[in-house]
T-cell receptor
Framework: GDSVTQMEGPVTLSEEAFLTINCTYT??????LFWYVQYPGEGLQLLLK?????DKGSNKGFEATYRKETTSFHLEKGSVQVSDSAVYFC???????????FGKGTRLHILP | DAGVIQSPRHEVTEMGQEVTLRCKPI?????LFWYRQTMMRGLELLIY????????DSGMPEDRFSAKMPNASFSTLKIQPSEPRDSAVYFC???????????????FGPGTRLTVL
């Protein structure tokens, strides 16, 4: 069935470091792909998305490219800030029904 | 818009008691989702509604759980009787439907942290 696998955390980085959080997926057809972010004490919110192969989603300095050949959607940011500390979820919509399938989340800690 | 509203934000109860969680979706959204989040199992979809009608409740863990949506602006998730293993954060999310399908973006509420002693 459809699934999302993302790197386990926690990931700890110093401020201004380069960030990569890996995400791979299994799905038939042409899913849409997302990254959601959950700040402490809050619900999830959409960070970025891509709806077809080779699309790049971007927001708040974060980027991810839909790679169909490697079934990946890795999240990157060139220079992280303390305020980026949160849990990041990779997700997919198989576009067959109304559900979104979430990965288990990766906790990110940024040290000042 | 105030966003998705959930109440209460925190609930502490004793095993065997009935618990009711409440959700008000964003006005105009016609999809509503209930999720449960735990450290062990991550984020799980429990049930979702379209135009107040339950579409898929396959994620509801057992008969102790029930959900209703009596109108477009209100939904409840009830656990009766509650058990310690039900302790989790419960999220409600809503989205706008487009050509009969839910759009990609779900808007989450702040969650209800439930503790069953």
């Amino acid at each position: 069935g459809d699934s999302v696998t993302q790197m386990e955390g926690p990931v700890t980085l110093s401020e201004e470091a380069f960030l990569t959080i890996n995400c791979t997926y299994t799905a038939t057809g042409y899913p849409s792909l997302f990254w959601y972010v959950q700040y402490p004490g809050e619900g999830l919110q959409l960070l970025l998305k891509a709806t077809k192969a080779d699309d790049k989603g971007s927001n708040k300095g974060f980027e991810a490219t839909y790679r169909k050949e490697t079934t990946s959607f890795h999240l990157e940011k060139g220079s992280v800030q303390v305020s980026d500390s949160a849990v990041y979820f990779c997700a997919l919509n198989p576009n067959r029904d109304d559900k979104i399938i979430f990965g288990k989340g990766t906790r990110l800690h940024i040290l000042p | 818009d105030a966003g998705v509203i959930q109440s209460p934000r925190h609930e502490v109860t004793e095993m065997g008691q009935e618990v009711t969680l409440r959700c008000k979706p964003i006005s105009g959204h016609d999809y509503l989702f209930w999720y449960r989040q735990t450290m062990m199992r991550g984020l799980e979809l429990l049930i979702y509604f379209n135009n107040n009608v339950p579409i898929d409740d396959s994620g509801m863990p057992e008969d102790r759980f029930s959900a209703k949506m009596p109108n477009a602006s209100f939904s409840t998730l009830k656990i009766q009787p509650s058990e310690p293993r039900d302790s989790a954060v419960y999220f409600c999310a809503s989205s706008f439907g487009w050509t009969g399908k839910s759009t990609d973006t779900q808007y989450f509420g702040p969650g209800t942290r439930l503790t069953v002693l």
